[in-house]
């Protein structure tokens, strides 16, 4: 079987196919690459046919990219010479579309065969590179597909000549949202914005590309930039319009990255300095570029983690082997911030739902999200009337809680108290079936405690939403000590429905994310304390890849949750409790009134429309600045390793199981890093020996929460990495 097959018509159309058999969508792999260059050899040299037509053997799709396992692996294979290996296989990649782009002309630009790319659907990645190499790009008219090139999101830039040829189609400002944001058009956009040529009726798709391809002369076959006195749209570096644009692209790209992005520089290089020479040599340019991105640790981590293992995660790679346990009916109990997130989602998801709060108003409340929500989405033309009065329709908003009779799943999302939230579970499994799974979405409460309220504790879970639950893609599932294997099948089917990344931890203290999340707060609020300066403090994490700096995510997330949070803490752990220094800066924030951004007060003044204004001055009064300010590489390693550690710990402790789900959680769950790959990837990218010898400094310095964990220290001592010593499929040390 092979991926490509080539059809001869009459007409003398040759049709080139790909159908990678086995898969619902084509991905590209090297052996599909020589595959494709024989055929179109084949139909170029032979004298009966006239063009050809690159198309799909899928009904609705072209393809989703490159197999990334292969790029994963590529750099390895390369052999001893690692970077040449690499650039002569992307050179190779480069050849054949160029092959297929000059289509037998000669250097007249004459005589060649006219290749047109006809596009059923969804085009991601090499699957729009080919068709961008070809004369003219026909694209269905079907609105689910999805036409880009995403490859930044996963650490690495279209390389296959997209790059270059996007920007010399469009122009660098018209292309700078497609490559630098990996933004995807369906059809009739990506006509506009001029990606694809034509939009055409799908079962019309193939007849006229033959009919174009059978019409078109020399003149049409030649791309702009093999015509003499070819010009950039928009200008190319030094032209007063385009220096405009290289300049502010430059600015913007740093500004929205920090600069800690390989990719995004890279990308940004490739494209510059292939705006100043002829187009060869900018293939050429973009395949170093190329080169460089994948020759860094972190393409390989962040293609590991937020490709591959997320994938993995999300088909299940850690479901018990237990009969498919897909929801029908879902109960939701308190329709308030996190309830109604939830209804929302599961509805989208076509589940049937019953929204459960104490009175009328509240449950109604929590229904209106959905039809505020599915509103802001038809004024953006993402949803439709139909859509809205469907979703709202499987939605029941009720205080009765005989309506629960029939719910195969029940979340629960009442107020963040264990009496409470007995009562009501006591109440709702009263109603449900004995087979309804039972789950909390408790951010704090031990899982195996509030299980005491079920007589059935094998079918009790934590099903824990990030805020905003329709915004948060990571969901984490919390098994508690007597949780069953089906309950986590239930979960994690569940979780599949809502089309989100689950993670399945262990029951401890803050679970899995906001166990790590807590030291990375506290150790910025330790800092302001210890009179560092607070724009140092958040920018260090900004310009580490993190969404927000610790103060700021404060604010965000409330300075009042976390005092009682740490008040709850402080009374768990009595005498072992280590934060003293952090409630110092909490409580008397509290007593202030300085309660985060609701509040309009906290770390930062806010105006009345709530728009941060800058750092409040009362912080610096109480703790003022000290005039040496650290280093801010000793800040940021303060900042990850008091992280990291704690998610080592996770490990340690059993409660992670597996270190593809610390990683995925990680980004996906708190914005960590993602440039890094996780936090266990950030640790092998360091090396163990030089993260224990940063410990030991750090600890030296700043206490003992840096102490290497005894793990780390093993691991540094037998130079392992975590990769390679977890494996995989990881287990708990
Ligand atoms: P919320 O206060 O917005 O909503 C709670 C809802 O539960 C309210 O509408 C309330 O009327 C209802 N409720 C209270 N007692 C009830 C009862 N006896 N019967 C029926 N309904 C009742 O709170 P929230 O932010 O949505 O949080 C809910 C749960 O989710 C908590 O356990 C919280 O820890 C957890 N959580 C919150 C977040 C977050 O960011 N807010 C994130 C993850 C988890």
Redesign the pocket.
């Known amino acids: 079987m092979t991926d490509f097959e080539m059809d001869k018509g009459a007409d003398g159309v040759a049709v080139i196919r790909w159908d990678v058999p086995g898969k619902s969508m084509n991905v590209m792999s090297r052996e599909g690459f020589t595959e494709l260059e024989t055929l179109v050899d084949d139909a170029l040299a032979d004298e009966g046919v006239k063009g050809i037509v690159i198309t799909s053997g899928k009904d609705d799709s072209f393809a989703g990219g490159m197999d990334l396992n292969a790029i994963a692996r590529m750099r390895d294979e390369a052999g001893d010479a690692p970077a040449q290996g690499l650039f002569d296989g992307v050179m190779g990649m480069h050849a054949i579309l160029r092959k297929i782009e000059r289509a037998g002309m000669d250097d007249k630009n004459r005589g060649g065969k006219p290749i047109a790319a006809a596009l059923p659907g969804t085009a991601l990645g090499i699957g729009l590179e080919i068709p961008l190499a070809c004369h003219r790009i026909f694209a269905a008219d079907n609105a689910s597909a999805k036409i880009g090139l995403p490859e930044i999101m996963v650490g690495i830039f279209p390389g296959a000549g997209g790059t270059t040829r996007l920007v010399r189609k469009m122009g660098a400002m018209a292309a700078s949202p497609l490559l630098l944001e990996g933004k995807l058009n369906d059809p009739k956009k990506a006509k506009s914005a001029g990606v694809v040529d034509e939009v055409v009726p799908a079962d019309e798709l193939l007849d006229k590309a033959r009919a174009w391809v059978l019409e078109a002369g020399d003149k049409d076959i030649v791309k702009p930039w093999d015509e003499k006195g070819y010009k950039m749209p928009g200008g190319a570096p030094y032209h007063p319009q385009g220096f405009m644009t290289f300049v502010g692209a430059s600015a913007m790209v740093n500004g929205r990255t920090q600069g800690a992005f390989p990719a995004a520089k890279a990308l940004l290089s490739a494209v510059y300095e292939g705006a100043l020479v002829p187009f060869d040599t900018a293939l050429k340019i973009e395949a170093r570029w190329f080169v460089n991105v994948l020759m860094n640790p972190s393409s390989s981590a962040m293609i590991r983690s937020l490709f591959i293992n997320k994938e993995a995660l999300e088909k299940g790679a850690n479901r018990p082997d237990a009969p498919d346990q897909r929801v029908q009916k879902l109960g939701v109990?308190?329709?308030?911030?996190?309830?109604a997130g939830i209804a929302l989602v599961s509805a989208q998801a076509g589940m049937e739902v019953v929204l459960?709060?104490?009175d009328q108003a509240?449950a109604d409340k929590?229904r209106a999200y959905t039809a505020d929500y599915m509103d802001k989405g038809i004024k953006r033309g993402k949803a439709t009337e139909e859509k809205k009065v469907e979703t709202l329709g499987r939605i029941t908003a009720t205080t009765d809680y005989g309506a629960l009779n029939g719910c195969d799943l029940i979340i629960e999302?009442?107020?963040?108290d264990p009496a409470?939230?007995a009562?009501?579970t006591r109440k709702a499994l009263a109603e449900a079936g004995g087979d309804c799974i039972f789950a909390?979405?408790?951010?704090?409460l031990p899982i195996t405690d509030l299980a005491k309220a079920s007589d059935t504790p094998e079918q009790f879970i934590g099903i824990?939403?990030?805020?905003p639950v329709e915004k948060m893609q990571l969901v984490e599932i919390i098994k508690g000590k007597q949780t069953g294997d089906r309950a986590v099948a239930k979960a994690l089917d569940y979780v599949r429905q809502i089309r989100k990344t689950p993670i399945a931890v262990n029951d401890a203290r803050f679970f899995y994310a906001n166990r790590c999340i807590i030291p990375y707060i506290n150790e910025g609020i330790r800092m302001v304390a210890e009179g560092v300066t607070p724009p140092l403090i958040d920018n260090a994490a900004r310009q580490l890849g993190f969404p927000v700096g610790p103060l700021q995510l404060v604010d965000e997330?409330s300075i009042e949750l976390g005092a009682k949070i740490a008040r709850a803490t402080k009374a768990a752990m009595g005498d072992d409790y280590p934060d003293e220094a952090v409630d110092e800066v909490i409580f008397w924030m509290e007593g202030e009134g300085r309660l985060g951004r609701k509040a309009g007060a906290g770390f930062f003044d806010y105006d009345e429309k709530g728009q941060r204004q800058g750092y409040w001055p009362g912080l610096a009064e109480r703790y003022p600045p000290k005039d040496d300010q650290p280093e801010l590489i000793e800040v940021q390693h303060r900042l990850m390793f008091a992280q990291v550690l704690e998610a080592v710990r996770a490990l340690e402790d059993g409660v992670l199981e597996d270190i593809r789900e610390g990683d995925v959680g990680a980004i996906l769950g708190w914005g960590f890093a993602p440039w890094s790959g996780g936090p266990f990837s950030w640790l092998d990218i360091l090396g163990a020996p030089y993260a224990v010898e940063r410990c030991d400094a750090l600890a030296g310095r700043h206490g003992r929460r840096f102490d290497a964990p005894a793990l780390l220290r093993e691991m540094a001592e037998k130079n392992e990495t975590f990769y390679g010593r977890f494996g995989q499929h990881a287990q708990a040390a």
């Open positions: 109990l308190g329709a308030g911030m996190m309830g459960i709060d104490q509240a929590g999302a009442v107020f963040e409470v939230k009562e009501v909390t979405n408790t951010s704090t824990h939403f990030f805020s997330t």
